[in-house]
């Protein structure tokens, strides 16, 4: 293969393969262990995801493939929590100091590889970052052996592998779990329905039968059987809408002349009943951009400061809050993206926080109709992002952004992020949870 490989080239073969494979009658014991295992383990996958977006399970499976889901060395490599890696990639991670937590050291690890940056996981998508992150060496060099990486203890494999670097043996047999196996295991058991609901591709059915006559547009996420949306329009206002309603999805194909178009399914998004039509807290606005630490990934933390600052929590004279945030959390080892670590830090100041991953819109303007401030947490950046919502005016939310202002083709870091309009079709949209009535959200206040 002479050019990039890209998901495009493989979707159509991963998904195949993954439909037709059945795990070996003498593999089952033990891939169902392992499943188990990673599933026991949830709570702390879970940490990884909701800093930077890669689902728990993949999580799981890679550190399983990598480490044999050992917590007390580093994702990378396998060397000691207790440093930074001296095996390749050597020095790692950059920031913090040892000894490391096992997410800590995970989140840089899945950052180095790119995978916060990355937005399909569905089956297809998932088994080309496993085989990625692996290498290509199998598809390159060795076409006639599915990757054992993925495919070993299932009917797409039985021999051939890299027995060392460079050296490949044609009859040597993976004894490790792959990781489509798992899959397989995980989606029997139901966990793989949890990943966010945001359309990952777009399809386009054109109408052959008259000219000026509607085109159908579908939004799909991964491999699932039921879109995400179904809309029929020739208006150009229609067409910009939609794709900017699914703006994180990075594949547009046209349907083939004989696939069978889907039914129309619309987003709902059900407008909540408030004895007031329009809330604008006094919430002081802080830019993350300023912030002395990590000023691009601070977002939380930032939006935490506000809220307290709201509350009259003053902090050090000589420190912004948001970065004595930042160093109160290092300086303890806490994961600086995990929402209820923001909780625990709120409580130390003073401040009550009911952190919710199913919280209604009705909570939410209920609270704001209360005189306190949200964090929202939302796919407004591909790994995620948290904003001050300060109030509402009828069908749009008063909103403090740390980041600057939100535009559907990209942030403007340029402008303030004070006090803006977001609507509540945007947020709906991006919600963490997949459905668009129900959001991740921060319920703060005074203790």
Same mark, same amino acid.
Request: aromatic residues 6%; positive net charge.
């Given at each position: 293969m002479s050019h990039q490989i890209t998901l495009a080239d493989l979707r159509e073969e991963y998904q195949k393969l993954f439909d037709n494979a059945t795990i070996r009658p003498d593999w089952a014991e033990k891939v169902k262990a392992i499943a188990d295992k990673i599933c026991s383990e949830k709570s702390r996958y879970n940490k990884v995801q909701e800093a930077i977006g890669v689902p728990w399970y993949v999580v799981g499976i890679i550190h399983n493939m990598e480490a044999s889901g050992d917590f007390s060395c580093h994702l990378y490599n396998g060397d000691p929590l207790t440093g930074r890696t001296y095996h390749v990639p050597k020095g790692r991670p950059v920031s913090g100091s040892p000894p490391f937590t096992w997410e800590e050291s995970a989140i840089d690890a899945l950052c180095y590889e790119g995978l916060n940056k990355w937005e399909d996981w569905s089956i297809p998508g998932i088994l080309f970052n496993l085989e990625k992150y692996n290498g290509w060496g199998y598809r390159m060099y060795h076409p006639e052996v599915k990757s054992p990486y993925l495919w070993s203890g299932t009917s797409v494999y039985s021999r051939g592998k890299y027995v060392a670097d460079g050296h490949f043996s044609p009859t040597a047999v993976s004894s490790q779990v792959g990781g489509a196996a798992i899959l397989k295991i995980l989606e029997k058991q139901g966990e793989l329905q949890e990943a966010t609901d945001f359309a990952t591709w777009l399809e386009i059915f054109p109408n052959a039968e008259a000219k000026l006559a509607p085109f159908t547009l !579908?939004?799909?996420?991964? %491999? $699932? &059987?039921?879109? !995400?949306? *179904?809309? @029929? /329009?020739?208006?150009?206002?229609?067409?910009?809408?939609?794709?900017?309603?699914? $703006? @994180? =999805?990075?594949?547009? /194909? !046209?349907?083939? #002349?004989? &696939? &069978?178009? #889907? =039914?129309? &399914?619309?987003? @709902? *998004?059900?407008? #909540?009943?408030?004895?007031?039509?329009? *809330? $604008?807290?006094? !919430? #002081?606005?802080? %830019?993350?951009?300023k912030n002395h630490y990590e000023p691009y990934t601070s977002c939380l933390a930032t939006s935490a400061a506000m809220c307290a600052k709201f509350l009259g929590v003053k902090g050090k004279p000589d420190e912004r809050l948001a970065d004595e945030f930042y160093l109160d959390l290092v300086n303890k080892h806490e994961n600086r993206f995990v929402h209820d670590n923001i909780v625990k830090l709120l409580a130390i100041y003073g401040v009550s926080d009911v952190f919710k991953t199913n919280a209604t819109w009705q909570e939410v303007k209920e609270h704001l109709i209360d005189g306190l401030p949200i964090i929202y947490s939302g796919h407004l950046t591909h790994s995620g992002h948290c904003i001050v919502i300060k109030g509402f005016e009828g069908d749009k939310y008063r909103v403090n952004d740390p980041y600057g202002e939100f535009f559907y083709s990209g942030y403007r870091t340029d402008l303030t992020g004070h006090n803006l309009l977001y609507s509540q079709k945007l947020l709906s949209t991006k919600s963490m949870t997949g459905d668009p009535n129900t959001t991740w959200a921060h319920f703060v206040g005074k203790k």
């Open positions: !579908v939004a799909w996420k991964g %491999s $699932n &059987k039921e879109p !995400v949306e *179904v809309t @029929q /329009t020739r208006k150009t206002a229609e067409l910009v809408e939609f794709l900017e309603r699914h $703006n @994180q =999805a990075k594949t547009f /194909t !046209v349907a083939k #002349p004989d &696939k &069978k178009k #889907p =039914a129309l &399914k619309e987003i @709902q *998004v059900k407008e #909540p009943e408030t004895s007031k039509s329009e *809330v $604008n807290l006094d !919430v #002081p606005y802080l %830019s993350q951009l």
